[in-house]
């Protein structure tokens, strides 16, 4: 099945993105979001990464046009029912991705695929409270998403090969590459990822150095493009605190267990780039 419609629910950084990529490979879009003010924030994000890519003479003027008449804000799910293709890119809470997966189930076409754009939270778990688990998937993108080439397809206990075929052949539509994980807690990246964010954070708890040696170190002895630290900052310590806790339950191994002082920054409102402060500072 070839997806020429499809919704993004969550007009967010990820959910604009997402929005953003598919219409630019010529799909219709959907973007809905309940939060007040969210639409027009993603569109205002959408339109000025756009059109910075014009000024760079990386997109013409034409198909920034294009790209923005594919794209449709719609109140609810209910305005995009003929939807072929419906991806999910809310925080990381279970109970409200579940609530929207029931949602999309009851509201969109029988033959229409779910996807999920977590980050951690079990597809096959996501899968089992609908009337179609063949054809629910995890698609997840990498922030930001226009930029970064990265998709991982994670397989639910029941999902259909079909239902990946399809979703590998849209992301490959999006400009993307793609890697298959199976259902485990944390998939492939941030099972890889997010002990290595939680280590820096024990190695400066313990004072073994400062952020910034700690980040410097890894960014030149690694060969990073960016610190864990500031990384952490960026992804967001309260989900960087989430996915550790994932890991640590879903697994049982202590090795997972998050350090003290990420759950102190989080407990303090600490949460990096988006609030200003976390292993950083930052101008609002």
């Given at each position: 099945?070839?997806?020429?419609?499809?919704?993004?629910?969550?007009?967010?950084?990820?959910?604009?993105?997402?929005?953003?990529?598919?219409?630019?490979?010529?799909?219709?879009?959907?973007?809905?979001?309940?939060?007040?003010?969210?639409?027009?924030?993603?569109?205002?994000?959408?339109?000025?990464?756009?059109?910075?890519?014009?000024?760079?003479?990386?997109?013409?003027?034409?198909?920034?046009?294009?790209?923005?008449?594919?794209?449709?804000?719609?109140?609810?799910?209910?305005?995009?029912?003929?939807?072929?293709?419906?991806?999910?890119?809310?925080?990381?809470?279970?109970?409200?991705?579940?609530?929207?997966?029931?949602?999309?189930?009851?509201?969109?076409?029988?033959?229409?695929?779910?996807?999920?754009?977590?980050?951690?939270?079990?597809?096959?778990r996501l899968a089992s409270i609908t009337k179609r688990p063949s054809q629910v998937i995890g698609m997840h993108f990498m922030n930001?998403?226009?930029?970064?080439?990265?998709?991982?397809?994670?397989?639910?206990?029941?999902?259909?090969?079909?239902?990946?075929?399809?979703?590998?052949?849209?992301?490959?539509?999006?400009?993307?590459?793609?890697?298959?994980?199976?259902?485990?807690?944390?998939?492939?990246?941030?099972?890889?990822?997010?002990?290595?964010?939680?280590?820096?954070?024990?190695?400066?708890?313990?004072?073994?150095?400062?952020?910034?040696?700690?980040?410097?170190?890894?960014?030149?002895?690694?060969?990073?493009?960016?610190?864990?630290?500031?990384?952490?900052?960026?992804?967001?310590?309260?989900?960087?605190?989430?996915?550790?806790?994932?890991?640590?339950?879903?697994?049982?191994?202590?090795?997972?267990?998050?350090?003290?002082?990420?759950?102190?920054?989080?407990?303090?409102?600490?949460?990096?780039?988006?609030?200003?402060?976390?292993?950083?500072?930052?101008?609002?």
């Open positions: 099945m070839a997806i020429e419609r499809m919704l993004v629910v969550g007009a967010g950084q990820m959910g604009s993105g997402i929005a953003q990529v598919a219409a630019q490979a010529g799909v219709e879009v959907s973007l809905v979001d309940a939060m007040p003010g969210a639409l027009e924030t993603g569109m205002k994000r959408i339109t000025g990464l756009l059109a910075r890519a014009v000024e760079k003479g990386k997109l013409t003027a034409e198909a920034q046009q294009a790209t923005l008449a594919k794209i449709k804000v719609a109140s609810s799910v209910a305005d995009a029912r003929t939807a072929q293709f419906a991806v999910e890119a809310v925080p990381e809470n279970e109970e409200l991705k579940k609530s929207i997966f029931r949602e999309l189930d009851a509201t969109l076409p029988a033959d229409a695929i779910l996807a999920s754009n977590t980050s951690s939270i079990s597809i096959t930001p998403v226009p930029l970064m080439q990265l998709v991982e397809l994670i397989r639910a206990a029941q999902t259909s090969d079909a239902t990946y075929e399809t979703v590998r052949a849209l992301a490959e539509r999006f400009g993307k590459k793609t890697v298959m994980s199976k259902d485990f807690p944390g998939f492939i990246v941030n099972r890889i990822l997010i002990p290595m964010l939680n280590e820096a954070c024990f190695a400066l708890g313990e004072g073994i150095a400062s952020a910034e040696d700690i980040d410097e170190a890894i960014k030149l002895g690694l060969n990073h493009p960016m610190g864990p630290l500031a990384l952490a900052d960026f992804v967001g310590l309260d989900t960087c605190l989430y996915i550790a806790e994932v890991l640590h339950r879903g697994l049982g191994d202590d090795k997972y267990r998050p350090a003290p002082l990420l759950r102190q920054y989080v407990d303090a409102g600490w949460l990096g780039k988006k609030t200003g402060r976390g292993f950083y500072r930052y101008q609002p």
